[in-house]
Each structure stands twice: as structure tokens, then as C-alpha cells.
């Protein structure tokens, strides 16, 4: 299939493989995967074939199916799931669909900084009701620390994002991490990618 025209993504060109790395390890003992906001569904198309030994289930907003079931009619894989309609603003948000699946992880690539706060909460509060004690939620995407950008590039994004959308906007590391508490999930691991990126690793603890 011909995927020239389609929703293409170069920054998630540039940061598959940086992640996938990460997830090698991270996801090594994990068997079923849930991405909330699969976006172009290019990174579901590079990790599914790179993580056989897992099952990779794709979710987002209905309007962006389309373009995620082209990346995956021109890179199909065995493991990899057609996506799941998944919207945190909906009051029908069907929570069975993560817990009757028995996903033993979540993973979400740039969706803080563009999802409202209260939003981000739910999220936390939706994996965290779900994911079984060990389980992991995996964040890609910028933070910032101690309430300062980490470089000046965040800084510039931070502001366009909230010229767009003044409920969009770069997390703060530490508020994240004390929602995950909240939630019994535990930050195990952060790891510094690159273009001043991070991905931040939390255990279901309970
Ligand atoms: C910047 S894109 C990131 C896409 C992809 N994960 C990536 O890294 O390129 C943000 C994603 O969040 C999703 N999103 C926005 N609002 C959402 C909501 N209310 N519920 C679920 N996903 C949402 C968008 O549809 C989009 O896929």
C-alpha cells in the first residue's frame, strides 16, 4: 500500500528507535500492551514487529482510526491490534475495555503536554484501576523539573502549545510522579532521550 499523502510524523521518525530500546528492556516480562493516543499509529507499526514476544493494542480519539488503520494495512503484524476508540473527554469512556483485556501495560507517547490536566488525571486514575500489581505505565515526552524547563527548545514548545491551547502545556516531572503515587503507581525508572525527552517508567505497586 502506498502510505504517500497520509498523516506522517517526523518526529516520531527520529525518537522509534531511541524508545524502542527502552522498551526492550522495559516491557521484556510484559505480554499485553495498551498505547492510549496512537496518533499516525507509526509508532505501533515499529514496535509491534520489535517486541514480538507482546501483543500491541492500539487506541485514540475516533478521528484518527483512519489514518492508523492505513499505517497498518501498509506495515501489518501479527501482534498488532487495529485501534481501540479511546477519549479521555468522554463520559462513555469505557474503562472495561482496559480491564477486561487484562493489559499488564500502558504506554503514551506525547500525550501530556497536549491532553488537559484533568484529563492527565484521569488517565492516571483509569491505568491505575487497571493494570495489575507489577504493571507498568510508560510516558514519552518532554517534563520539566522543578518547575523549570529543562532546555530552551521546551521552553519555545511550552509556549506554542499554550498559544494553541492554554490547557496544553509541558508537565512538571514531580506533580506527575505524585499522581502516580496517588494511583499506586510508583516511578521506577526515568531515562533522558534524546531532543530533551524523557520517559518515565511507573510500577503498579497495589
Ligand atoms: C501529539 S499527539 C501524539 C501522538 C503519538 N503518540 C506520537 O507520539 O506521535 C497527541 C495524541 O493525543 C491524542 N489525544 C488528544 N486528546 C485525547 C483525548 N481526549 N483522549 C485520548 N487521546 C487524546 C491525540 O489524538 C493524539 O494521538
New binding site residues.
Given amino acids: 500500500m502506498d502510505i504517500a499523502g497520509l498523516p506522517f510524523?517526523q518526529?516520531?521518525e527520529n525518537?522509534k528507535q531511541p524508545i524502542l530500546e527502552v522498551l526492550q528492556q522495559e516491557l521484556k516480562d510484559s505480554k499485553n500492551v495498551l498505547?492510549?493516543?496512537?496518533?499516525?499509529g507509526?509508532?505501533s507499526v515499529y514496535f509491534a514487529p520489535n517486541l514480538s514476544h507482546l501483543q500491541w493494542q492500539t487506541?485514540?480519539?475516533i478521528?484518527?482510526h483512519n489514518v492508523i488503520e492505513a499505517w497498518h494495512t501498509a506495515y501489518p503484524a501479527p501482534n498488532l491490534y487495529a485501534p481501540l476508540p479511546?477519549?479521555?473527554?468522554?463520559d462513555l469512556l469505557p474503562l472495561s475495555l482496559i480491564s477486561s483485556q487484562s493489559y499488564d501495560a500502558v504506554f503514551?507517547?506525547?500525550?501530556l503536554?497536549?491532553?488537559a490536566w484533568p484529563?492527565v488525571e484521569r488517565?492516571f486514575k483509569l491505568v491505575g484501576d487497571a493494570l495489575p500489581l507489577h504493571g507498568k505505565l510508560v510516558i514519552?515526552?518532554p517534563f520539566n523539573e522543578n518547575g523549570q524547563y529543562t532546555s530552551e527548545g521546551n521552553r519555545r514548545f511550552d509556549e506554542m502549545l499554550r498559544r494553541h491551547n492554554n490547557s496544553s502545556g509541558i508537565r512538571d516531572k514531580e506533580t506527575v510522579v505524585t499522581l502516580g503515587v496517588t494511583h499506586h503507581l510508583a516511578l521506577l525508572t526515568t531515562q533522558k532521550m534524546p531532543a530533551n525527552n524523557q520517559l518515565l517508567v511507573f510500577e503498579k505497586t497495589l
Avoid at 498505547?35 to 499516525?40: A, K, N, V
Avoid at 479511546?86 to 468522554?90: A, H, I, M, Y
Avoid at 503514551?108 to 500525550?111: I, K, L, V
Fill in positions: 510524523s518526529a516520531c525518537n498505547e492510549i493516543g496512537s496518533g499516525t507509526q509508532h487506541s485514540d480519539i478521528a484518527n479511546f477519549d479521555l473527554n468522554s503514551t507517547a506525547n500525550t503536554h497536549i491532553i484529563l488517565l514519552y515526552g
